[in-house]
């Protein structure tokens, strides 16, 4: 992971220095520059993008259970899908929708019920969070492929726990305390743009995942 943050950090900066330096005429204060300029931009006022993304830097509390047989876990990592609307060449405002889910299902067999009866007990763990946050990017540089943000979101913070199973012995094993209404991320992030309209992109922040990759989609 430590590897990876590295990495992603280390393409940004290059990144960054190498348009700041094939570009050293555009000014990006205003988001005008020299007209011819910005038609290179990779981004620019009136876009829209969308990025359905998969994260990174979550931890699976129920990673096994020796006890219980025919163990699956229902684990899903952050994901998500942002939107986002230019509405000048350096800002951006859009949605933000994270989801992920920790659980399991499993079995106890060779247990005896009231009755004297052989019986296996079965067990279904879920708990699902969800978050959408209005989403503010700052691009602070970009050029014809490349497009370099920062980002701050902030919204709610949802939680649905649910346990179903056939074991008498057993009512609950999730905490129901409910998380804090309230969620934000704020990150750094990266678009490479293949092809005129799609491309990869990479963020790294906290709230909602520490590291994110995904696909760019741009709509003049």
């Not at 992971?1 to 220095?17: C, E, Q």
């Not at 497009?147 to 979101?153: C, K, P, S, T, V």
Request: with cysteine.
């Amino acid at each position: 992971m430590k590897k990876s943050i590295l990495f992603i950090f280390s393409l940004i900066y290059s990144t960054y220095n190498f348009s700041q330096t094939a570009n050293p005429s555009v000014d990006f204060s205003e988001g005008n520059g020299n007209p011819l300029d910005r038609e290179l931009y990779s981004v620019k006022k009136g876009d829209l993008i969308i990025n359905p993304w998969y994260g990174l830097g979550t931890i699976n509390i129920f990673p096994g259970n020796d006890t219980l047989e025919n163990f699956k876990s229902l684990y899903l990592r952050p994901m998500g899908v942002c939107a986002e609307y230019m509405f000048t060449d350096e800002i951006g405002i859009g949605i933000d929708f994270i989801y992920n889910r920790q659980g399991f299902s499993a079995s106890d067999p060779n247990n005896i019920d009231g009755m004297g009866n052989l019986v296996t007990y079965n067990y279904i763990v879920k708990s699902e969070r969800t978050r959408i946050h209005l989403r503010f990017n700052y691009h602070f540089t970009k050029d014809e492929n490349f497009d370099a943000y920062l980002g701050i979101g902030a919204g709610n913070n949802s939680r649905k726990n649910s346990f179903t199973s056939n074991d008498p012995y057993v009512t609950d094993i999730l905490d129901d305390n409910e998380l804090l209404p309230f969620s934000m991320r704020v990150c750094l992030g990266g678009r490479y743009f293949i092809t005129e309209n799609y491309g990869l992109v990479g963020e790294i922040g906290l709230g909602g995942a520490l590291v994110r990759a995904g696909l760019s989609m741009k709509f003049n």
